[in-house]
């Protein structure tokens, strides 16, 4: 009964800019944290950066200092800004939302489709 629906993707050349959205719809009651992973090929997923309900961040090392994860509450949406891309950051990256639904009573996973990031050299 949750939706995490991720918009934002596409190709850009090194030194762009891209700004990542995912919107969480459904019965929502409430969401915790909110993050960002993001798998390249050949490797395992990684999580890029992460939010809490209370504003706290978390950045992996090899994004710090370029990319800007935020979230909008009343729309139940999350971003991530990436600036300064590098040909290493091409990768599918996925949206997570730690949250309770009106369905079940404790804490739940939600994953969005993926949207595919490419940044050429």
């Known amino acids: 009964q949750v939706q995490l629906v991720e918009s934002g993707g596409g190709l850009v050349q090194a030194g762009g800019s891209l700004r990542l959205s995912c919107a969480a719809s459904?019965?929502?009651?409430?969401?915790?944290?909110l993050g960002w992973y993001r798998q390249a090929p050949g490797k395992q997923r990684e999580l890029v950066a992460s939010i809490t309900s209370s504003g706290s961040t978390n950045y992996a090392d090899s994004v710090k200092g370029r990319f800007t994860i935020s979230r909008d509450n009343a729309k139940n949406t999350v971003y991530l800004q990436m600036n300064s891309l590098k040909p290493e950051d091409t990768a599918v990256y996925y949206c997570n939302a730690e949250l309770r639904s009106t369905y079940y009573t404790n804490w739940q996973d939600y994953w969005g489709q993926g949207t595919q990031v490419t940044v050429s050299s």
């Open positions: 459904g019965r929502i009651f409430n969401i915790r944290t």
